[in-house]
């Protein structure tokens, strides 16, 4: 068993941050994920462009430097990776947490790679995990089949096929549209009413005037009830329709693992889910384990992104003054763009 001073669960760039305020203070942290460096970013659409202006991503004063004036997926991506070469920061990826628990030798973390299992003992903890690794699931028959994705990728795949895309929210509605306009041939279930009041102000009319000539179809107010390797069972107003299908994306959203927090013995509010936690030093209820970003408002998850959370190291690792500020820019960083 090795011994750690603090091990960061997630290399996404608010656990990037939180590795760069430790080793300003003169902490090695071991940074771990999952997947790879800003692994929710690599799950982001090829050639997404971020809504934010670059100097919003940037962590430890380090410039994104981009082609254009916002940075896409791939610059972003390319940007963390060189954030953690350039300060020499210990990540060791494809390494998932699958427990913890603290003892008076510190904190006891078991760890799943892809050769077997590993023990760390490390004096504190910081969960950064985020909760793009976790996609609402709709219980379905067939959700598991290898046409159905809980992640869009690419539009260009769609080219001349039936796809269904499920969801009412901005990434449904956009991949619908960039589906469309690829050549599928597309229907958009959602189970409310109308479309989310969130849907970004510049899609909203394009995807409405692409329901109404048809060019698009929309079956509001209904749900999936069944996959198969050729349909969509879906569900409206007490009927049932079976719909063609070559691909599927579930487009339904992502929750933080509770399941993992809970195993921890980390206290979680029955109806938010949201941890018990100082908001001063982010420290959970277990002593020496800290929770950073998205993670700290439960299923608030759009409350705290990048842009804000990038300031949680300076909470977890910093002095009285540094929490001060932290909490100031905190207050002063606006919503994204699109929010």
């Known amino acids: 068993m090795r011994d750690e001073q603090v091990v960061i669960v997630g290399a996404g760039p608010i656990g990037l941050a939180c590795a760069l305020s430790a080793k300003r203070r003169g902490i ?12 929710s970013i690599v799950r982001y659409p090829i ?29 972003a991506m390319m940007y963390y990776r060189g954030v953690v070469r350039a300060e020499g920061l210990r990540v060791r990826t494809w390494a998932r947490l699958e427990g913890a628990r603290s003892t008076d030798a510190g904190i006891r973390c078991e760890i799943r790679t892809g050769s077997g299992s ?29 046409h159905v994705r809980h992640y869009f990728d690419e539009a260009h795949l769609g080219y001349g096929l039936d796809v269904v895309v499920v969801g009412g929210r901005n990434s449904a ?6 589906l469309y306009r690829a050549g599928a ?51 409206s107003a007490g009927s049932t329709e079976e719909v063609p299908a070559d691909r599927v994306y579930l487009l339904t959203g992502f929750s933080p693992d509770f399941a993992l927090f809970e195993r ?45 959370g990038r300031y949680d190291g300076e909470k977890i690792f910093g002095d009285a003054m540094a929490r001060s500020r932290a909490q100031e820019m905190y207050a002063r960083t606006p919503r994204p763009v699109g929010e």
């Open 47 to 75: 050639g997404m462009t971020f809504f934010t202006t670059p100097e919003r991503l940037e962590i430890g004063n380090h410039p994104i430097v981009c082609a254009g004036p916002k940075p896409t997926r791939e610059e």
């Open 264 to 308: 921890i013995g980390i206290a979680l509010a029955p109806a938010t889910r949201r941890p018990a936690i100082d908001p001063d030093t982010l420290e959970t209820n277990v002593s020496g384990i800290h929770m950073a970003g998205s993670v700290v408002a439960g299923r608030a998850i759009s409350e705290i992104f990048i842009e804000n």
């Open 173 to 178: 509605v956009e991949a619908a549209l960039q």
């Open 118 to 146: 590993e023990r760390l003992l490390s004096d504190r903890l910081v969960l950064a995990t985020g909760y793009f690794d976790t996609p609402n699931l709709l219980g379905v028959p067939g959700e598991e089949l290898p």
């Open 28 to 39: 090695d942290p071991l940074v771990i994920d999952a997947g790879a460096i800003a692994n």
């Open 185 to 235: 041939r597309v229907m958009l279930v959602h189970r409310g009413a109308e479309f989310k009041p969130s849907v970004k102000y510049w899609l909203r009319p394009d995807i409405e005037n692409r329901v109404r000539s048809g060019e698009i179809t929309a079956r509001m107010g209904s749900d999936v009830v069944a996959i198969t390797e050729r349909t969509v069972r879906v569900r």
